[in-house]
């Protein structure tokens, strides 16, 4: 039986999951921190120096803990975000969403039929093919227990949101405000006022279209940000 996904469930319950996210690979503080009964650990494989064996052994802490372990991946190639749920990954989140043909892609990528065309194949990802039981079963439990979401990190998000919103298949969706500001022409202006309203406005869309912002669903610690704060007041005395 496929392991539950907590976001999911967390979904599914109502509730924001709780989780902190790693932007370089530290097993040891998935071990520790997964002692406080987060929901999941969030590994950045877009920027972070995660290789896939790497990965592997975050995802195998991560469930010995009794946490989900999800990715940003790099693209969202079928070939790319294979490798990540074979890994053990449960969650993707697909970077660079523009248009309609992206977040299909993206469905594709990341669920069995009929939803999608993810590949099956031997690993740990699949149980190892090892008494799955009822297959058929077993592929609709797993494509429940994954967890999909859309990063919006382009201009033309703003043309498109209404076409991307009604591909089925996609839990959540968050905007990049760094690569989106840029993509508005404002380079290093994600923070910005203009460019925060400009994201208010996409946050609002989502809703009004019955689809969940990032925000709704996931909460997470930032581990390197809470190490610099902590080291910081500690030389400040």
């Known amino acids: 039986m496929p392991r539950t996904n907590r976001v999911k469930q967390a979904i599914a319950d109502g509730r924001i999951a709780t989780g902190f996210s790693l932007c370089f690979p530290s097993p040891h503080i998935v071990e520790v921190l997964g002692r406080l009964d987060f929901d999941f650990v969030w590994l950045d494989g877009e920027h972070g120096p995660f290789d896939l064996a790497t990965i592997e052994e975050h995802c195998r802490i991560a469930e010995l803990n009794g946490i989900t372990p999800i990715a940003r991946v790099p693209d969202i ?90 591909v089925d298949g996609i839990d959540y969706f968050s905007v990049g405000p760094n690569d989106f500001a840029q993509g508005l022409g404002k380079p290093g202006q994600g923070m910005s006022p203009d460019v925060q309203q400009v994201i208010e406005d996409v946050h609002q869309r989502i809703r009004a279209a019955g689809q969940k912002v990032g925000n709704d669903v996931t909460r997470r610690l930032d581990v390197k940000n809470s190490l610099l704060a902590v080291g910081s007041d500690f030389l400040d005395g």
């Open 77 to 166: 190639q079928s070939s790319t975000i294979l490798r990540y749920l074979d890994r053990g990954i449960q969650g993707i989140l697909g970077p660079h969403i523009a248009c309609r043909a992206d977040a299909e892609q993206l469905v594709r990528a990341c669920y069995f039929g009929p939803l999608g065309e993810r590949s099956f194949g031997g690993n740990r990802g699949c149980d190892y093919d090892h008494e799955l039981g009822d297959k058929v079963q077993w592929y609709r439990e797993t494509n429940e227990n994954t967890l999909v979401g859309a990063l919006l990190e382009d201009a033309g998000v703003l043309d498109n949101l209404d076409e991307i919103l009604s």
